[in-house]
């Protein structure tokens, strides 16, 4: 009796491995397109055709995410391939990170892939073109906050088949996330490299993975895609929809110095007078506004220009006592600081007992990265303010 227990246990274990075998063998025939002997391992039942590898990915989101042929993907759905499947949450495994492998199902990789067919074919099957893993995204969000080129076709498929183009994000992180990242980086040996790019996204503004927008998201980018975001607006998304930090679609593109977006965005109607609240990065930044951020750089100019003739509140202050005036001094930007000067920005405004915009002028140097940097304006400044009524 003894010998045959054992003799049960050890063949169901070894059918076990077998199966799971046979299983990552599969994504191998996917990955090579071979159609015929994937369809008789179908046919003849040798795997499970919704088995999942440990980053969950099944065997269709793996054969849709790495763009195998359309053949191989409607075999797998027409035989019972889930098509609601997801990978799992987001784990601290380098791989998942490299490969974006959190927040994904088949629909989602389709349209990340800009095949068409497929999310037709998906759709016509049930997919709810709204959802997405855990409620966090969708896949219109998804394919606009994507890296790179954005292909606008699958953004008007999404739109065209009924996405929500002000459909928000629900992922609400907060600061001890920061913390938790510093563990994490000696537990499982993460470079610092990687945990510094976490850092920028997680904790710079508050808890604020949460209530953006694809069009915040298209806007947020080092190289967005205006036609993107031109289809977004004329399809009905709100402009001025923010996270919980505040940053709108404008801000963002202030932030990221996309000067012809921000222009396109204040004359489509975008809050000229929001502020942010929270974190950025390391630094806290609250009731900055997008005159302050604009004002900050001469090569946004003709966006400041805009926001004066707009009405914006051009003395407003934020928390730490700065104006859009004295962050263009401090900036050692002339070029803003004569504009705001003759449209009225207050001069006087004082920090611990002293002329904010002139102590500011009178520093010679400036931090620009790690290095200090020597002001060319400073003087030209210094008699402007002077001129308009500043006092020691």
Same mark, same amino acid.
């Given at each position: 009796?003894?010998?045959?227990?054992?003799?049960?246990?050890?063949?169901?274990?070894?059918?076990?491995?077998?199966?799971?075998?046979?299983?990552?063998?599969?994504?191998?025939?996917?990955?090579?397109?071979?159609?015929?002997?994937?369809?008789?391992?179908?046919?003849?039942?040798?795997?499970?055709?919704?088995?999942?590898?440990?980053?969950?990915?099944?065997?269709?989101?793996?054969?849709?995410?790495?763009?195998?042929?359309?053949?191989?993907?409607?075999?797998?759905?027409?035989?019972?391939?889930?098509?609601?499947?997801?990978?799992?949450?987001?784990?601290?495994?380098?791989?998942?990170?490299?490969?974006?492998?959190?927040?994904?199902?088949?629909?989602?990789?389709?349209?990340?892939?800009?095949?068409?067919?497929?999310?037709?074919?998906?759709?016509?099957?049930?997919?709810?073109?709204?959802?997405?893993?855990?409620?966090?995204?969708?896949?219109?969000?998804?394919?606009?906050?994507?890296?790179?080129?954005?292909?606008?076709?699958?953004?008007?498929?999404?739109?065209?088949?009924?996405?929500?183009?002000?459909?928000?994000?629900?992922?609400?992180?907060?600061?001890?996330?920061?913390?938790?990242?510093?563990?994490?980086?000696?537990?499982?040996?993460?470079?610092?490299?990687?945990?510094?790019?976490?850092?920028?996204?997680?904790?710079?503004?508050?808890?604020?993975?949460?209530?953006?927008?694809?069009?915040?998201?298209?806007?947020?980018?080092?190289?967005?895609?205006?036609? +993107?975001?031109?289809?977004?607006?004329?399809?009905?998304?709100?402009?001025?929809?923010?996270?919980?930090?505040?940053?709108?679609?404008?801000?963002?593109?202030?932030?990221?110095?996309?000067?012809?977006?921000?222009?396109?965005?204040?004359?489509?109607?975008?809050?000229?007078?929001?502020?942010?609240?929270?974190?950025?990065?390391?630094?806290?930044?609250?009731?900055?506004?997008?005159?302050?951020?604009?004002?900050?750089?001469?090569?946004?100019?003709?966006?400041?220009?805009?926001?004066?003739?707009?009405?914006?509140?051009?003395?407003?202050?934020?928390?730490?006592?700065?104006?859009?005036?004295?962050?263009?001094?401090?900036?050692?930007?002339?070029?803003?600081?004569?504009?705001?000067?003759?449209?009225?920005?207050?001069?006087?405004?004082?920090?611990?007992?002293?002329?904010?915009?002139?102590?500011?002028?009178?520093?010679?140097?400036?931090? +620009?990265?790690?290095?200090?940097?020597?002001?060319?304006?400073?003087?030209?400044?210094?008699?402007?303010?002077?001129?308009?009524?500043?006092?020691?």
């Amino acid at each position: 009796m003894k010998k045959t227990l054992i003799f049960y246990i050890l063949f169901y274990c070894s059918f076990f491995v077998l199966s799971q075998d046979y299983d990552y063998d599969m994504l191998k025939l996917i990955e090579n397109n071979n159609i015929s002997e994937l369809e008789c391992w179908i046919l003849n039942r040798y795997m499970n055709i919704n088995f999942k590898n440990k980053y969950g990915e099944t065997p269709l989101i793996y054969a849709v995410r790495i763009n195998s042929s359309n053949e191989i993907i409607k075999l797998l759905i027409n035989n019972g391939a889930d098509i609601n499947a997801e990978t799992n949450e987001i784990t601290i495994d380098m791989y998942s990170f490299k490969k974006g492998l959190d927040n994904l199902t088949p629909f989602i990789c389709a349209m990340l892939n800009n095949n068409l067919e497929i999310g037709k074919i998906l759709l016509k099957k049930g997919v709810d073109i709204n959802y997405c893993p855990r409620n966090d995204t969708t896949p219109l969000i998804e394919v606009c906050k994507r890296s790179g080129k954005i292909d606008i076709n699958a953004i008007n498929f999404l739109i065209s088949n009924g996405a929500d183009v002000n459909a928000t994000t629900k992922r609400n992180m907060n600061l001890q996330d920061t913390a938790l990242l510093e563990k994490l980086s000696f537990k499982y040996n993460i470079p610092r490299p990687y945990i510094n790019t976490i850092d920028l996204y997680i904790p710079r503004s508050y808890t604020d993975e949460s209530n953006k927008t694809a069009l915040i998201y298209s806007v947020a980018k080092i190289y967005p895609v205006k036609e +993107v975001i031109e289809l977004l607006l004329k399809n009905g998304a709100d402009v001025n929809i923010k996270p919980q930090s505040g940053r709108s679609a404008l801000m963002e593109a202030l932030i990221f110095r996309h000067k012809q977006i921000a222009i396109y965005l204040i004359n489509n109607g975008a809050d000229i007078n929001v502020k942010t609240y929270g974190k950025f990065g390391r630094t806290y930044l609250a009731d900055y506004t997008p005159l302050m951020f604009a004002s900050g750089d001469d090569k946004m100019y003709e966006v400041v220009d805009l926001l004066i003739k707009k009405g914006v509140k051009i003395n407003d202050q934020a928390t730490d006592g700065e104006t859009a005036l004295t962050l263009a001094v401090c900036l050692d930007q002339l070029k803003n600081v004569e504009l705001l000067l003759k449209n009225g920005a207050d001069v006087s405004i004082k920090k611990d007992n002293k002329n904010l915009a002139l102590s500011y002028a009178n520093q010679k140097k400036i931090l +620009v990265y790690d290095r200090m940097k020597k002001k060319k304006n400073y003087k030209k400044i210094i008699k402007l303010l002077k001129k308009y009524g500043a006092k020691e």
